[in-house]
C-alpha cells in the first residue's frame, strides 16, 4: 500500500508539472509579443547615431597631438572615405544592415607602422566621441570587445 501510495503521489506530480508547463506556453503564445534585446547597433542610435560617433571620434584624432599627423595628411575626399567606411564597419560588426565595402583592416593600414601607443591613443579618443554620444559604459565595452580582435591586423603593419 505505501508504494502505491509513493507511486500515486509521483505520477500525480508529473502530471501537474506536464499541465504547469502546457499552461505556461500557452500565456505566452496569447499574451504581448516577445520582447527581443534591441542589438547593439539599434543602441548606439542606428546608421546615424553611429555615424555621429564617427564624425565626433575623427574630430578627436584631428585634434591629437599623438595621432594628428595620420589624419591631417589625408585629402578631405580620403577623410570623407574613412568616416563612411568606418560607419559602415561598425554598422555591419554591430548586428546593422550595412555592408562593409573598405579594404580589410590589414590593406587599409599597410604601410603605416603605426604603434602601439596610438593605437591606446585611438581607443582613448573613440571612448570619448562614445562618452560625448552619452553611449551607457555596457554599450560602450561591446563596441571596444568588437573592434579589440583587429589591433594584430593594424598595429605594426
Ligand atoms: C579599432 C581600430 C581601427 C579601426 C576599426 C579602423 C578602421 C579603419 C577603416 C574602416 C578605414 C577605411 C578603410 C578604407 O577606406 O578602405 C581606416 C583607414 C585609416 N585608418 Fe584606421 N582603424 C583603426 C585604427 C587606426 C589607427 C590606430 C590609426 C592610426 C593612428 C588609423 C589610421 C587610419 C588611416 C590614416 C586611414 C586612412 C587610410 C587611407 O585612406 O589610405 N586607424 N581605418
Redesign the pocket.
Known amino acids: 500500500m505505501r508504494r502505491f501510495i509513493d507511486w500515486a503521489v509521483l505520477l500525480g506530480g508529473i502530471v501537474l508539472g506536464v499541465a504547469a508547463c502546457a499552461s505556461m506556453g500557452e500565456q505566452e503564445s496569447m499574451g504581448a509579443p516577445e520582447k527581443t534585446m534591441p542589438s547593439l547597433y539599434q543602441r548606439l542610435g542606428g546608421r546615424h547615431g553611429i555615424a555621429l560617433v564617427v564624425d565626433d571620434f575623427v574630430a578627436i ?1 584631428v585634434a591629437d597631438d599623438r ?1 594628428s599627423a ?2 591631417t ?2 585629402k578631405p575626399a ?1 577623410v570623407a ?2 568616416k563612411s ?2 560607419a ?3 554598422c555591419a560588426a554591430t548586428g546593422g544592415p550595412c555592408a ?1 565595402l ?2 580589410d ?1 590589414k ?3 599597410r604601410g ?1 607602422n ?1 604603434t602601439d601607443a ?2 591606446e ?3 582613448e579618443d ?1 571612448v570619448k566621441a562614445l562618452d560625448k554620444n552619452k553611449v551607457p559604459e555596457k554599450d560602450r565595452n561591446e563596441l571596444l570587445g568588437l ?2 580582435p ?2 594584430p591586423d ?2 605594426g603593419q
Open positions: 584624432l595621432v595620420r589624419f595628411a589625408l580620403e572615405r574613412l567606411h568606418a559602415d564597419q561598425v562593409y573598405g579594404r583592416m590593406a587599409a593600414h603605416m603605426i596610438e593605437w591613443a585611438t581607443v573613440l573592434l579589440g583587429m589591433k593594424i598595429v
